[in-house]
């Protein structure tokens, strides 16, 4: 239902969604942290890159992802599904680790790209809510997330408070990361000295304080 320019209960529905999208991160707490941790571990012991997948918006979320790494230590590259179906696979081998992000597990190009990648013998972490899905069943190793309330994605359908959740879970990787690398923020300064991050940290002393306990 189309609702007026002056409609009092627009605000409401902003309230709604940004109650919903809060909710949906919180469902995190106590459900993920080891999973985690776990893959931390699994990027530190990579002797070859570290590559993130998915498509639609949960491939922008995977492209976030490989971003959030690399300036945290773990050096990462983002590669979309249906390009490596178009011969990018060929830059990923068998000493690398994929990251495949999907909701549903349901992206058809996703799952061929994981058992495409699987029989060449590299590792697809499948990162997912659904454990029974094509691409979790397709991926080497599986980590489910909460999932996320019917209304909290509009219709079931509108990638929103799943892109959130997934970009938590991917931010504390980071930081988890970061911490077992010890990266500082000297070591971030040094690979992103341009915008605000350079600028900061030309400050005397800020470029010295680690961004988490090591």
């Known amino acids: 239902m189309r609702m007026s320019l002056d409609d009092p209960g627009l605000t409401a529905l902003a309230g ?5 999208e809060a909710a949906a991160v919180t469902a995190l707490t106590g459900a993920v942290e080891a999973d985690v941790v776990a893959v931390a571990r699994r990027l530190l012991e990579v002797t070859g890159k570290v590559v993130t997948t998915g498509a639609g918006t949960s491939g922008i979320m995977a492209e976030r992802l490989a971003h959030l790494l690399s300036v945290c230590g773990t050096p990462a590259v983002y590669l979309p599904a249906m390009d490596a179906l178009h011969g990018g696979m060929g830059a990923v081998t068998s000493h690398d680790l994929v990251l495949g992000i999907s909701k549903t597990g349901r992206s058809a190009e996703l799952t061929e790209l994981t058992e495409r990648l699987v029989e060449r013998g590299v590792d697809v972490v499948a990162v997912t809510e659904d454990v029974e899905s094509p691409f979790a069943t397709a991926a080497t ?34 930081v988890v990361s970061m911490a077992l690398r010890g990266h500082t923020l000297h070591d971030v ?5 341009a915008g605000g991050v350079g600028a900061r940290g030309h400050r005397p002393g800020d470029e010295s304080v680690p961004v988490v306990r090591t």
Do not use: C, F, N
Request: no cysteine.
């Open 141 to 174: 190793q599986v980590h489910v997330l909460p999932r996320t309330a019917p209304d909290a994605d509009p219709g079931d359908m509108i990638a929103m408070a799943s892109t959130l959740v997934v970009g938590a879970w991917g931010d504390a990787l980071a």
């Open 16 to 20: 709604e969604v940004l109650a919903r």
């Open 189 to 193: 300064v040094h690979s992103h000295p």
